[in-house]
């Protein structure tokens, strides 16, 4: 059974990142233990109380890396994974997307980097790319590297379902939506009672981010909702940059009410207050002013 889902940073929470720790009956899983924040938006730099967030976030991710058993990377961007910190990888169970296979030249590059940092840290190292694990009753499949978004422009990713007894959990990482077929095609292949999505990139919407994707990945997700026996379903990560969201995604909540299936942000889920810091940068700056921070994490550059 699955004893807890817990977010551990999210946009929703005030940074980028999808951190996401869970626990079955058998293991202890954490995925993507990384967080960052957009270098600019809205002409500006990250305001001092999303570095202050960033660090409470990051201490999270620490905490609940020593707990766990199994570390997951499914690609390399920063806000998924931090090379600075591998220390959070010693004697654990390292599952990774491919570092050299279906990559673009930016995320080999860090992929390098974070296994070079790893060597000799961990307890095993293995590619996750398309395969399944079984730790106990609980099995853990991987999809075959997916795109990270509606081309392989950004690289590639690999969704994360974790089963154990009769619940299970889907992780679609960094597919901004589901847009492609192969990336709805692994959700209703492994058909989670709990699905952790992304989310389409609206707020690019007209520029890196199309109206068609918007509405090929809305139903793709009012499709899941059909038929899935879903329980809950968090959409955040690039979905919560855009302070209109609800607006964009109307037929996935419109379906999810009809049939009284969950539509939630990741801070819903764990009931805390929404806090959307980088599409509320210049709000920030106005309110609070300028304070010169030294920012000690990663800045996003996806």
């Known amino acids: 059974m699955i004893r807890r889902i817990v977010p551990l940073a999210f946009d929703s929470f005030g940074v980028r990142s999808m951190a996401t720790f869970m626990e079955t009956s058998d293991v202890r899983i954490l995925i993507d233990p990384g967080a960052a924040l957009a270098p600019v938006r809205h002409g500006l730099g990250p305001h001092f109380l ?4 960033l660090d409470e976030c990051w201490a999270e991710i620490e905490r609940y890396a020593e707990e766990a058993d199994v570390l997951v990377v499914t690609h390399y961007h920063y806000d998924h994974h931090d090379p600075d910190y591998p220390e959070i990888y010693r004697g654990k169970t390292v599952f990774v997307k491919h570092p050299t296979e279906n990559i673009n030249v930016s995320q080999s590059e860090r992929a390098a980097t974070l296994l070079r940092a790893l060597e000799g840290l961990t307890k095993k190292f293995e590619i996750a790319d ?3 694990i079984q730790i106990g009753k609980t099995i ?5 590297a997916v795109c990270h978004g509606t081309n392989s422009r950004l690289g590639y990713v690999v969704e ?4 154990s ?4 959990f889907l992780y679609t ?4 939506g589901p847009a492609l077929k192969e990336q709805i095609g692994f959700i209703l292949k492994e058909k989670p009672d709990f699905l952790f999505v992304d989310g389409p990139m609206t707020y690019l919407l007209g520029y890196q981010y199309s109206h068609r994707n918007l509405a090929i990945s809305n139903r793709n997700l009012v499709k899941a909702i059909e038929k899935i026996n879903l329980n809950t379903v968090v959409l955040d990560h690039h979905l919560l940059r855009d302070l209109e969201y609800q607006k964009r995604i109307k037929p996935v909540y419109d379906a999810a009410e009809e049939r009284g299936v969950s539509v939630a942000t990741a801070a819903e889920f764990c009931g805390r207050k929404i806090e959307m810091l980088e599409a509320h940068r210049t709000e920030l700056y106005k309110k609070y002013g300028e304070i010169e921070v030294k920012g000690t994490k990663r800045l996003s550059e996806e």
């Open 50 to 53: 999303e570095w202050r967030r």
């Open 130 to 132: 398309g395969r399944k």
């Open 140 to 144: 853990l499949t991987f999809s075959s």
């Open 160 to 163: 994360v379902s974790v089963r």
């Open 165 to 168: 007894g009769d619940e299970s």
């Open 173 to 176: 990482s960094d597919v901004e």
